[in-house]
């Protein structure tokens, strides 16, 4: 079992941009939840997805959006960058309503 | 709206101390309560997990203890080692989707 698998693992851009972070889940695990973390912090959640919809949203602006896909991988998107998005995102999966499993992560640094 | 904070921020110990972590939430009504590791730069690696019905779980050098009542959490590590220096975070599930972290604690056992 690969475990949750996040890519890409470093990425670099400037502001305005627009950014996609893909995320794969644990095998048999169909909900998938994303996590900012800025650092020395606790992980934030941004929102979670199941069944391909946003089940539940933190407090994040709408230029964070998401989708998940039939294979129940998911993609986190940001527009419009801010030097402020520069943190470690995190994916986790777990099924429904059971222990969620993290990935490594990725950078996202925004010059 | 529930609230993590854990105490210390920071701990330094020399090796082979026994050593506690503390990880306080405001609402009692959680889910579950799940301790992490996370080393420099990296996703989180999941350490031990109590349900609302468990009093304590233990893994190897590690004891991890619930008190609903009280708000409160301790993680216990017997034997430091090198090895175990990281950030520990605690994260509560309330019912909610999502996982609330505190913003941990990080340990450095010198050698």
Do not use: M
């Not at chain 1, 997805?49 to 602006?61: A, D, K, T, W």
């Not at chain 2, 529930?2 to 959680?30: H, K, M, R, W, Y």
């Amino acid at each position: 079992d690969a475990g949750v698998t996040q890519s890409p693992t470093h990425l670099i851009k400037t502001r305005g941009q627009q950014v996609t972070l893909r995320c794969s889940p644990k095998s048999g695990h169909d909900t998938v939840s994303w996590y900012q973390q800025a650092l020395g912090q606790g992980p934030q959640f941004i929102f979670q997805y199941y069944e391909e919809e946003e089940r539940q949203r933190g407090n994040f602006p709408d230029r964070f959006s998401g989708h998940q896909f039939p294979n129940y991988s998911s993609e986190l998107n940001v527009n419009a960058l801010l030097l402020g998005d520069s943190a470690l995102y995190l994916c986790a999966s777990s099924p429904q309503g059971g222990e969620q499993f993290f990935g490594p992560g990725t950078r996202l640094t925004v010059l | 709206k529930q609230e993590v904070t854990q105490i210390p921020a920071a701990l330094s110990v020399p090796e082979g101390e026994n050593l506690v972590l503390n990880c306080s939430f405001t609402d009692s009504a959680i889910y579950n309560l799940q301790w992490f590791r996370q080393d420099p730069g990296k996703g989180l690696t999941s350490l031990l997990l109590i349900q609302s019905s468990q009093r304590e779980q233990t893994s190897g050098r590690l004891n991890a203890s619930l008190d609903k009542s009280s708000g409160r959490s301790t993680l216990y590590i017997a034997a430091s080692q090198p090895g175990d220096s990281a950030t520990y975070l605690c994260a509560v599930h309330s019912g909610t989707y999502k996982y609330i972290f505190g913003t941990g604690t990080r340990l450095k056992v010198l050698a």
